[in-house]
């Protein structure tokens, strides 16, 4: 019962295996950034997971409230949630660039393409 | 007063430069005041080196809250050493820089280049001094998505799909060392490297600990181009504009095996790393098979920048070699082989920055008779390339005298043959780059035509550099031997 | 999306709304959950509201892009600005507790500052992303 209860890192495995998957297997750039995407996410939840308490509340001091749940993990994640937001800019402008200089966003056909350059 | 401040500034005078950089608009302008900047840090940097040297280690609590709650810069001989290369060479490329960047980059996009290279030094600089683990990821970000901008800033369309590859490998990279900081701070209950490394002996039975040091080790080896993991690197470092592959060429795979150095000796201990885990079983192979493959691969390269792109491969791998010794002289060997190597490599690619400024091009092809044509240019190369194959009075002599003694020390000399052999096949590539320049004649209709002295002048810098400190190494194996001796000292 | 009325009328309604909440999210930040990444987020959404039901143009006009590059620039400087200033009054880089005579004024005047940075950041970058894919 005990790795059914741990519920939450059987979906963090699941999430980023597909993320994992996508970022690999797919020749279509924009689905790349998807998948990896997915893929950050998936760290997302791990951090959030761990710093979850059962019965705790959001930390914010409060009289009725003794058990809190630990506030790092969100800090980092928010820090974490920023880059990848970076990361997809900066990604997708890259397509977007890519779809203008070789009229594609298939990876095989861009391959292709390349072959011909000198 | 500002003395007991130089950690941070290392760190935030990069970083504020970038936006005051992005206001100044005029790329001549853009382009002295980066400059100014990254002497200036190169300047804090061989202050807080004297500084590490003299009293020993320096920590600095941001905001005032004290470690292992608060984030730490802490500057130890290793990264300060690593701190010095990284803004030296950043200080040597960019007076070059700016003829070959208005040659290569379009124009309204010069100011923003500038930008993205004091971001990226920033990070890099970040990378070196913290003492924090996730602070660790942010910088490594930090400079990973200035430098896939750019390396996406070359004109040519090769290098936007280069830029991206390099984008989805080092964003899984960066999250496989997130996950492994999570999965350590998950244990621990702290983000303190030094922290870190003291409570992690209690725990290192745990299943948790093994998966992060997993996770840790390919994220790293993605970022640092290890053997099965460098597909990347060529094509970036073959297209981007010629002095960000100068500059990324020297530092970026340098601090990412600095990375490796710290997680491996201060966080997770050598005990834990090679006594449980056996991880030289897992490195050594991988270096061995690096070295051999990429030096081969390197000879049948029709593009010179593309070829040392390959050889650059080759040599993580004696770095790597090195830190799978694990022995005092091997590390230092390690130690010795970041700075020497950015030192060959800066300056072979600022040479080549010189070709790509007058021909146009870095194939093979185009460069016949070149030696003739641009004979300091092709002069400065032959240099470096003597220092690259490790010709006695040059610093690639000089590692790969330390990591052989290293191998030696062990009685693998069949490991020291082929060190030896490997040097041979560098031969075998610059050779090919001397015969193209100097026994194919010139295209008719071709004068003399050197490059500016602006580029001429910081890669002769760099080739005088590789031989000073291959007759003088004092002060490199010095700091290096140190840098090791505090590196095994760490770990329990 | 000239000719949606319903469109136009709710988005005339609600802008001010979404400008307001996001304000409000910013400088309430330091009593309650809020600070300069939500706000300024929330912020650009508005904007970006804007420019979807009136046409980037229109929002161009009211926001050049050439404004936006100085206040993204800005924003990050009064961020590392206010840390360097800690360090000129006596303190460590981004000690707030020196800030002001008394260390706990000091924390609420540095983050203040620092938060307003963010979202100053945050906000003109979501609208230059808006604007270099619309473009």
Not at chain 2, 249 to 255: D, I, L, Y
Not at chain 3, 14 to 33: K, N, R, W
Request: charged share 10%; hydrophobic share 55%; aromatic share 12%.
């Amino acid at each position: 019962m005990e790795a059914l209860g741990l519920y939450n890192y059987w979906l963090v495995i699941a999430l980023m295996m597909t993320g994992f998957y996508i970022v690999i297997t797919s020749p279509n750039l924009v689905k790349k950034i998807i998948g990896l995407n997915i893929f950050q996410a998936s760290v997302f939840v791990l951090y959030i997971t761990m710093g979850k308490i059962i019965g705790g509340s959001a930390p914010i001091l409060s009289d009725q409230v003794s058990v809190y749940s630990n506030p790092l993990p969100h800090v980092l994640i928010l820090t974490a949630i920023v880059v990848g937001v970076a990361t997809t800019a900066v990604g997708l402008s890259l397509v977007v660039r890519i779809y203008a200089a070789y009229g594609t966003m298939e990876e095989d056909e861009i391959v292709a393409a390349e072959r011909e350059d000198p | 007063m500002i003395a007991a401040h130089l950690p941070v500034l290392q760190v935030v005078l990069p970083l504020m430069a970038a936006p005051a950089c992005v206001l100044l608009r005029r790329p001549r302008l853009a382009w002295g005041f980066a400059t100014l900047v990254s002497w200036a840090c190169f300047g804090i940097a061989a202050l807080l080196l004297g500084q590490v040297l003299e009293n020993g280690d320096i920590s600095y609590a941001l905001g005032g809250w004290a470690a292992p709650w608060g984030i730490e810069y802490r500057v130890d001989t290793v990264n300060a050493f690593v701190l010095l290369i990284v803004s030296a060479i950043s200080s040597v490329v960019l007076p070059g820089a700016r003829a070959s960047i208005e040659r290569e980059v379009e124009g309204d996009r010069v100011d923003l280049l500038y930008t993205c290279w004091l971001l990226c030094l920033a990070g890099l600089l970040g990378i070196a001094i913290t003492g924090d683990a996730f602070n660790v990821f942010v910088f490594l970000e930090i400079s990973s998505i200035s430098s896939y901008a750019l390396i996406a800033l070359s004109g040519e369309r090769r290098a936007l799909v280069a830029s991206f590859r390099y984008l989805v490998m080092g964003t899984i990279g960066a999250t496989f060392i997130v996950i492994a900081i999570g999965l350590i701070y998950m244990v621990t209950g702290t983000l303190n490297m030094a922290d870190m490394g003291a409570r992690l002996p209690a725990v290192w039975e745990s299943r948790t600990v093994a998966a992060a040091f997993a996770f840790l080790t390919v994220g790293v080896g993605l970022k640092m181009a290890l053997f099965p993991l460098h597909l990347w690197l060529p094509s970036a470092y073959a297209s981007a504009p010629s002095p960000v592959t100068a500059f990324l060429a020297g530092t970026s795979t340098k601090v990412s095996v600095y990375l490796l150095l710290r997680f491996v000796f201060t966080i997770f201990g050598a005990g834990y790393a090679f006594g449980i885990q056996a991880l030289e079983y897992v490195l050594m192979p991988l270096a061995l098979l690096g070295i051999l493959s990429a030096s081969v691969v390197a000879i049948f390269q029709l593009d010179v920048k593309r070829l040392l792109a390959w050889s650059s491969i080759a040599q993580i791998g004696y770095m790597v070699l090195g830190i799978s010794l694990a022995s005092l002289t091997s590390l230092t060997a390690s130690i010795l082989h970041l700075f020497n190597h950015a030192l060959i490599k800066t300056g072979l690619f600022m040479a080549m920055a010189c070709v790509f400024y007058r021909i146009g091009s870095t194939r093979l092809e185009d460069m016949e008779g070149l030696g003739h044509r641009m004979p300091w240019t092709m002069a400065a190369f032959v240099a470096g390339g003597l220092s690259l194959i490790g010709v006695p009075s040059s610093v690639g002599f000089v590692s790969k005298w330390y990591l052989v003694l290293a191998v030696l020390e062990r009685g693998w000399w069949p490991l020291a043959v082929f060190i030896l052999f490997t040097s041979l096949l560098a031969v075998v590539y610059v050779w090919r780059v001397v015969e193209a320049a100097y026994l194919r004649p010139a295209p008719a209709g071709t004068g003399r035509s050197e490059a500016p002295l602006s580029i001429l002048l910081p890669t002769w810098s760099l080739i005088i550099a590789n031989f000073y400190f291959g007759l003088d190494t004092s002060l490199t194996v010095g700091v290096a031997s140190r840098a090791a001796a505090s590196l095994l000292g760490a770990g329990p | 999306m000239r000719h949606h009325t319903v469109l136009h009328v709710v988005a005339k309604i609600l802008l001010p709304l979404i400008l307001l909440f996001a304000l409000y999210v910013q400088f309430h930040g330091d009593f309650g959950p809020g600070g300069g990444f939500q706000a300024g987020v929330i912020f650009a959404v508005g904007l970006i509201l804007y420019g979807l039901i009136y046409g980037v143009d229109n929002l161009q006009t009211a926001i050049p892009p050439g404004a936006l590059r100085v206040f993204m620039a800005s924003g990050v400087l009064l961020y590392a600005g206010v840390g360097v200033l800690g360090i000129f009054m006596g303190g460590q880089y981004l000690d707030y507790g020196v800030l002001a005579h008394d260390p706990l004024h000091g924390q609420h005047w540095g983050i203040f500052f620092v938060e307003l940075g963010v979202g100053i950041t945050v906000a003109s970058v979501m609208t230059s992303l808006f604007y270099a894919f619309t473009s």
